[in-house]
């Protein structure tokens, strides 16, 4: 925190002033109550009431005054503040290795419900799109805020939507990109701030080499974040034949380094959802200098309140 006024906090050297004598003039009553030798009348004119309340008002009003220096001394903090605009692509790996049961369930669907659990969790005001990829790429929910629609396109990926087989991660990268650009009508010229997440569990097959699509990301200005998913034990059961699928996610690694996104390992469903909520608090948003006056003076005229209601409960003459 800083102060854009800090010479104005020399006030609160005032209200040090208002407590030291607060605490003389208590300490003067008391010894005014002690030369008062008739105990019996002392009790009927001042009876007692519990020590702590008679302090509770000028407390808060002291602490009050304090707030309200601060505030009026304009401190200032940086705060997170959600990026208009911003876009999060998440392409999903739905290759037959996905099927795998290293992860329970199985890959694919605790990739599905990790995705899910993602989306919920960035503002509402973030445009989520989703793509699937397996030997192409095809964007299944064009980024947008329509959360049902996004869990609607999560439940549809499956082995084969994208109709070809194998692992294209250049064009996952690429198709997400191509999806950015065509969030509204000025994202060409003005594009959003924007992230790509890819999850895999193998290394590229087919289609545009991977490093390629990243230097289309860098050009962009979109990092990615590349979560490599799955174990090294990992396999399908093809016809009663098991087919090892090892988590494989060097590409993976290069491309999220050469974008300047992060590179993530999960091998199970409990490490990819804490994965997606690491990433969640990094993508969309920025740091920003705020002016946090009001936060001071708002919880100073609190306590106003609570000194002014504490005097009428306890200190009021009416009947």
């Known amino acids: 925190m800083t102060w854009q006024s800090p010479a104005r906090l020399l006030l609160l050297l005032g209200v040090a002033v208002l407590l030291v004598g607060y605490l003389a003039m208590q300490r003067r009553q008391s010894r005014y109550a002690v030369r008062f030798t008739n105990l019996r009348l002392l009790d009927r004119v001042a009876p007692r009431r519990p020590a702590w309340r008679r302090h509770v008002p000028a407390g808060l009003f002291l602490a009050m005054l304090a707030l309200l220096v601060v505030g009026f001394a304009r401190p200032s903090a940086e705060v997170r503040v959600p990026r208009e605009r911003a876009t999060v692509m998440v392409a999903v790996d739905v290759s037959t290795s996905m099927l795998a049961t290293d992860v329970d369930p199985d890959r694919l669907t605790a990739a599905k419900q990790a995705a899910r659990r993602f989306a919920d969790g960035l503002p509402k005001e973030f445009n989520v799109g989703l793509v699937a990829f397996a030997g192409s790429a095809a964007v299944l929910v064009p980024p947008g805020t329509d959360r049902d629609a996004l869990h609607e396109g999560i439940g549809r990926l499956a082995e084969g939507v994208t109709g070809v087989q194998g692992t294209a991660i250049g064009e996952a990268i690429s198709t997400s990109l191509g999806a950015v650009k065509s969030l509204d009508a000025k994202a060409v010229k003005d594009p959003p701030p924007a992230r790509i997440i890819i999850l895999s569990d193998g290394a590229n ?115």
């Open 205 to 319: 097959t087919s289609g545009m080499d991977p490093m390629e699509a990243a230097a289309q990301a860098v050009a962009a200005k979109v990092p990615v974040h590349a979560i490599s998913f799955g174990t090294p034990s990992g396999f399908v059961d093809r016809g009663g034949r098991a087919i090892q699928v090892p988590v494989d996610g060097q590409t993976l690694k290069a491309v999220a380094e050469e974008t300047g996104g992060g590179f993530h390992e999960a091998s199970s469903s409990a490490e990819l959802r804490a994965v997606y909520e690491d990433i969640g608090t990094s993508v969309g948003y920025r740091k920003e200098r705020q002016d946090i006056s009001a936060r001071f003076i708002g919880l100073g005229l609190v306590f106003a309140m609570g000194a002014a209601a504490g005097s009428l409960r306890w200190f009021s003459r009416l009947p």
